[in-house]
């Protein structure tokens, strides 16, 4: 399997991170995130526990970005010419 097939997320044409997945387990990961983000929001409201809710978001936060570190193409800063 070639490098580039066994990402889960390729890196943005341009500026700095990752695209949409390309991959089913990319696809799982995001909308586990987005699902996850609506839990958070239903049993926490924002406006009702501001703060218990902003650090769970965070959290999933940040869990997503090391997935998409880990998974993810090599991120670093693109012109749109590669």
Known sequence: MPPSDRYWFPAKRYGWG?????RWQGWV????????IGVVAFRF???GHPLP??????LLTVALALVCWLKGE??????GKD
């Open 18 to 22: 990752w695209g949409l997945p390309v």
């Open 29 to 36: 990961t995001l909308l586990a995130y987005l699902v996850l």
């Open 45 to 47: 409201q924002p406006a």
């Open 53 to 58: 809710f902003a650090l769970l978001v965070a």
């Open 74 to 79: 090599p991120p670093r800063w693109r012109w």
